[in-house]
């Protein structure tokens, strides 16, 4: 290679970086020797941002735009200062370029269940799954916190960590929110917002943000939801009784579909014990019977008492005063009083007159 060749390459020189791997996060301009020219070209592309390290210390940050490198102020030695070396220049410089662009469709979930009360089932274990985008926000803050000196640096070396950081914000916001199990679904939304603002605090720290965050299902332990599906059977049933009749008549289909005969009559059996019916055609009971009233309660009996020389004795039941009449301790004239009568009465003037009535006649001979 002549001289003017060489020294056409020491003048010309462009830096820049295309990405068609969909997952790198930060990418290491590779030189030999690291050695950047006097006059090079550096290309960012709108969604990157170039961050320059000259003898380890972070120089500048270059966002979006066409850059030519001659000024003194850049932190940049070339080749052509040093003809002493023979071309080799001491001093070296990086150039990272950092994906600005969103990193969409990552995945979340929690690995444990997460313990929260509930208002209306008490202590419950929720478990969620959902989405969210990353985004480098600070490039300079990303490279110095976590990329380091690594080459080329990949979304999978981060997301572990930011999944960690998601599930535990998730849980401190579930479980201080206060929203019932059964209103969760219709306030993901809300709930996305909050997890959200929770993780930025942290991890705007690593210089990130998170435009995006999607919660796309919360779900409750298998034997929480088989209890629930069956109290939602029973709503759904309305009515238990003509529940359990149309139970009935379709164990009677399905009997008769097996069997003609035993089959069927055990169905009709099984059919007529479900439905709670002893009696009655087609295993139906009477319209009268399904909506017979109670008996009513037996009329209480009365009781009397008795005024006699200005003392009250009693209270007697009917049959005891019927002895007494028959004794002869009660007479007509006798001052009676039961409840709901109004003030003493003479006792043939109440219903104890009849007592007086059957008195047996006189025995023979008296």
Same mark, same amino acid.
């Given at each position: ?51 320059? /390290? ?6 500048? *940050?270059?966002?979006? %735009? =066409?850059?030519?490198? &001659?000024?003194?102020?850049?932190? $940049? ?117 909050? /997890? ?6 942290? *991890?705007?720290?690593? %210089? =990130?943000?998170?435009? &995006?965050?999607?919660?796309?299902? $919360? ?148």
């Amino acid at each position: 290679m002549g001289i003017l060749d060489f020294l056409t390459g020491e003048f010309i020189d462009v830096i820049h970086w295309t990405d068609d791997t969909q997952d790198t996060m930060v990418w290491r301009f590779e030189r030999e020797g690291h050695e950047i020219k006097y006059g090079a070209k550096l290309t960012v592309r709108e969604g990157q941002a170039a961050v320059f /390290v000259h003898e380890g210390q972070l120089a500048d *940050v270059f966002t979006p %735009g =066409l850059y030519m490198l &001659e000024t003194n102020n850049m932190p $940049i030695l070339t080749t052509l200062q040093h003809w002493d070396h023979g071309f080799k220049s001491p001093f070296k410089s990086e150039i990272y370029f950092v994906n600005t662009t969103r990193f969409t469709d990552l995945k979340w979930g929690t690995k444990n269940p997460i313990m929260c009360r509930d208002p209306e089932f008490g202590p419950v274990r929720l478990r969620a799954f959902g989405t969210y985008s990353v985004r480098v926000s600070d490039p300079s803050k990303f490279l110095v916190e976590i990329v380091g000196t690594d080459g080329e640096f990949t979304m999978d070396e981060v997301s572990f960590q930011i999944r960690n950081i998601i599930v535990q914000a998730f849980s401190r916001v579930i479980a201080g929110s206060g929203i019932p199990v059964l209103d969760m679904a219709a306030n993901t939304m809300e709930l996305g917002k909050m /997890v959200a603002s929770e993780i930025s605090k942290i *991890v705007a720290d690593y %210089g =990130l943000s998170i435009p &995006e965050f999607y919660i796309e299902n $919360i779900s409750l332990p298998p034997a929480v939801e088989e209890a629930l599906d069956k109290r939602t059977s029973r709503g759904l049933a309305g009515n238990l009784d003509e529940h359990m009749k149309w139970s009935a008549a379709e164990a009677l289909q399905k009997g008769g579909a097996a069997s003609e005969g035993m089959g069927a009559g055990m169905g009709m059996g099984m059919g007529m014990a479900m439905s709670g019916m002893a009696a009655g055609p087609w295993g139906q009971a009477p319209a009268a019977a399904q909506h017979a009233a109670p008996p009513p309660p037996p009329p209480a009996e009365k009781v009397w008492h008795i005024a006699e020389g200005g003392a009250t004795t009693g209270p007697f039941s009917r049959a005891t005063m019927g002895q007494k009449a028959g004794t002869g301790e009660v007479t007509r004239d006798t001052l009676v009083w039961t409840a709901g009568q109004d003030g003493w009465t003479r006792a043939e003037d109440t219903e104890l007159a009849t007592l007086f009535t059957v008195m047996p006649p006189p025995p023979p001979g008296a």
